[in-house]
């Protein structure tokens, strides 16, 4: 089958990811890609290739962390006959290979700080040496690599060279999570329909609108790699039949309790404790404006106007200062009953932080990716609510 080189998306962060990669598609710098795991690195890295100058040459992708450390140095530069046991004969190595072309390098955080040193030679100069040879071979890669590590965190642990670090990002290109590109889910679900339709022969029914709208606001936490894979689920298990918002649920459901409980069942209670005040932030971020509308209400300026009628989020009933029960109407009882709402709503949105910030070991940046929001939004709430940080390498709120 042949590779997507396209990247799909009409969010506004996928077109400036897109401008930025054609400008720099035609250089030979080097391109360090970050983003979550299963967010596209590879998908960019070969749309990068394609645009280049190199297109009708090998594009060679090695996932660093997939290799063990003992032959990876072997494998990115080859050997020779008798190297080490089990070289019968002398061998190319990944570098050699994408001469001319690209070599991208994933997951380039995992490289063993003693393969990193070979490494970097070959970015400055473009030399090396087959293990087992003290002879230089050049070749002429382009190189890419990705990480979906913190890697100022790795420099700052000495886990990675800090000059092949700064030598390497050249040019960083961030892919955003999906959940922060919903516009482009529906545009990319149905490209996987049409290519798991013409895979497996199967005539596919479609989406319920109400289908669509839940994948619209599930987040995703695998990326594009998630979707595709429950696209992929749905056509072959359903058979190409309808898909109801219970048939997607029940998908979602299985594969996240088989991730989640299956795997490390210690943590099911404090899993579905996140599940629960992560829906809760998420919902609090929803009735942003209904909040804003009570505050309204309760300043004394506008004590006598007329007071709009709210719906609640998961109610029926329609709330007012005038319809909200008995006795509620009274000028001494309403405001206690809003400023109820309000409270309420600020200590379910604390829990939710101080248990995602306990689950993920008093990191920010993880604690920001559970709940869904930016670091600078949860770095604002946590100053607001005063709440302190576990994590020593954080920096000060007011900075």
Same mark, same amino acid.
């Given at each position: 089958?042949?590779?997507?080189?396209?990247?799909?998306?009409?969010?506004?962060? #996928?077109?400036?990811?897109?401008?930025?990669?054609?400008?720099?598609?035609?250089?030979?710098?080097?391109?360090? $890609?970050?983003?979550?795991?299963?967010?596209?690195?590879?998908?960019?890295?070969? *749309?990068? @290739?394609?645009? +280049?100058?190199?297109?009708?040459?090998?594009?060679?992708?090695?996932?660093?962390?997939?290799?063990?450390?003992?032959?990876?140095?072997?494998?990115?530069?080859?050997?020779?006959?008798?190297?080490?046991?089990?070289?019968?004969?002398?061998?190319?190595?990944?570098?050699?290979?994408?001469?001319?072309?690209?070599?991208?390098?994933?997951?380039?955080?995992?490289? &063993?700080?003693?393969?990193?040193?070979?490494?970097?030679?070959?970015?400055?100069?473009?030399?090396?040496?087959?293990?087992?040879?003290?002879?230089?071979?050049? +070749?002429?890669?382009?190189?890419?690599?990705?990480?979906?590590?913190?890697?100022?965190?790795?420099?700052?642990?000495?886990?990675?060279?800090?000059?092949? *670090?700064?030598?390497?990002? +050249?040019?960083?290109?961030?892919?955003?999570?999906?959940?922060?590109?919903?516009?482009?889910?529906?545009?990319?679900?149905?490209? *996987? /329909?049409?290519? *798991?339709?013409?895979? @497996?022969?199967?005539?596919?029914?479609?989406?319920?609108?109400?289908?669509?709208?839940?994948?619209?606001?599930?987040?995703?936490?695998?990326? /594009?790699?998630?979707? =595709?894979?429950?696209?992929?689920?749905?056509?072959?298990?359903?058979?190409?039949?309808?898909?109801?918002?219970?048939?997607?649920?029940?998908?979602?459901?299985?594969?996240?309790?088989?991730?989640?409980?299956?795997?490390?069942?210690?943590?099911?209670?404090?899993?579905?404790?996140?599940?629960?005040?992560?829906? #809760?932030?998420?919902?609090?971020?929803?009735?942003?404006? $209904?909040?804003?509308?009570?505050?309204?209400?309760?300043?004394?300026?506008?004590?006598?106007?007329?007071?709009?009628?709210?719906?609640?989020?998961?109610?029926?009933?329609?709330?007012?200062?005038?319809?909200?029960?008995?006795?509620?109407?009274?000028?001494?009882?309403? &405001?206690?009953?809003?400023?109820?709402?309000?409270?309420?709503?600020?200590?379910?949105?604390?829990?939710? #932080?101080?248990?995602?910030?306990?689950?993920?070991?008093? +990191? =920010?940046?993880?604690?920001?990716?559970?709940?869904?929001?930016?670091?600078?939004?949860?770095?604002?709430?946590?100053?607001?609510?005063? #709440?302190?940080?576990?994590?020593?390498?954080?920096?000060?709120?007011?900075?």
């Amino acid at each position: 089958m042949k590779r997507q080189t396209n990247i799909i998306g009409q969010s506004p962060l #996928i077109i400036q990811l897109k401008q930025l990669a054609l400008q720099v598609a035609d250089t030979d710098i080097p391109v360090l $890609i970050v983003g979550e795991t299963g967010s596209g690195k590879e998908v960019l890295a070969r *749309f990068i @290739h394609a645009n +280049s100058r190199r297109a009708d040459k090998s594009f060679i992708p090695v996932n660093c962390g997939a290799i063990p450390s003992g032959i990876l140095e072997s494998e990115l530069f080859g050997h020779e006959k008798g190297a080490f046991t089990g070289a019968v004969q002398s061998r190319k190595g990944y570098f050699e290979s994408a001469d001319k072309g690209t070599i991208f390098l994933d997951e380039i955080g995992e490289m &063993p700080l003693e393969t990193q040193v070979k490494f970097l030679r070959v970015l400055e100069s473009g030399e090396f040496q087959r293990v087992g040879s003290s002879e230089s071979v050049y +070749s002429d890669a382009r190189i890419i690599a990705a990480t979906n590590r913190n890697m100022y965190q790795a420099v700052a642990e000495k886990n990675f060279r800090e000059d092949l *670090f700064y030598r390497l990002r +050249s040019v960083e290109l961030q892919i955003p999570p999906l959940r922060e590109r919903n516009r482009d889910i529906l545009l990319l679900a149905d490209n *996987f /329909v049409r290519e *798991f339709q013409q895979k @497996h022969k199967i005539v596919f029914e479609g989406f319920s609108p109400d289908a669509a709208e839940i994948m619209m606001r599930y987040p995703w936490p695998g990326n /594009v790699r998630e979707l =595709r894979n429950l696209i992929e689920s749905l056509l072959v298990l359903e058979k190409g039949k309808y898909i109801t918002p219970e048939i997607l649920e029940k998908h979602l459901v299985q594969r996240n309790r088989y991730k989640s409980l299956v795997h490390d069942p210690t943590k099911s209670e404090k899993h579905e404790l996140q599940v629960i005040y992560s829906s #809760i932030l998420q919902l609090r971020q929803e009735v942003g404006e $209904i909040r804003q509308m009570l505050q309204h209400l309760l300043h004394p300026l506008y004590q006598s106007q007329p007071r709009p009628q709210l719906l609640l989020p998961g109610s029926s009933e329609v709330y007012s200062p005038e319809n909200s029960g008995p006795g509620s109407n009274t000028p001494e009882t309403q &405001p206690e009953k809003e400023m109820e709402i309000l409270h309420s709503l600020d200590d379910l949105e604390r829990k939710a #932080i101080e248990q995602a910030l306990e689950s993920c070991g008093g +990191s =920010r940046r993880k604690a920001a990716r559970s709940l869904g929001i930016t670091e600078r939004t949860l770095y604002r709430k946590i100053k607001s609510y005063g #709440i302190q940080s576990k994590d020593p390498s954080a920096p000060p709120l007011d900075a």
